[in-house]
């Protein structure tokens, strides 16, 4: 159990790393050689897998917090309807709802790594 625990702080570095992946692909097979500079923003996820920091690592948890806030606050704003979308737009709400909360989660997950002292 205890080497489980040991491990769970690279959970969220991970996820992050899969959805770069996953994006990477996507615009890959539409786009070809100009999806490659997406590739980029692994690299802090990387770094801190390999080298953590305490700095970098609470950079990037309020980052995501915040770009993971504004797109809550979009899906508030469907529900009151405050803004009106286009169906493609909310069938695109609909399918990337589950990825602005599991952003919001690993976000969440990377500043209390942060806070705390085990890292």
Request: proline fraction near 3%.
């Amino acid at each position: 159990m205890n080497t489980l625990s040991k491990y769970t702080k690279f959970i969220p570095y991970l996820y992050f790393l899969s959805v770069i992946v996953y994006w990477f692909t996507t615009i890959n097979k539409i786009e070809g050689i100009s999806a490659y500079p997406i590739l980029l923003f692994s690299i802090p996820f990387l770094w801190q897998l390999f080298k953590p920091n305490k700095k970098l690592n609470f950079s990037l948890g309020i980052i995501f917090v915040c770009l993971s806030s504004y797109l809550i606050l979009a899906y508030l704003f469907d529900l009151l309807n405050i803004i009106h979308w286009t169906e493609t737009s909310k069938k695109l709400l609909f399918y990337g709802g589950l990825l602005v909360v599991g952003n919001f989660v690993m976000s969440l997950w990377i500043v209390r790594n942060s806070i705390k002292k085990e890292f």
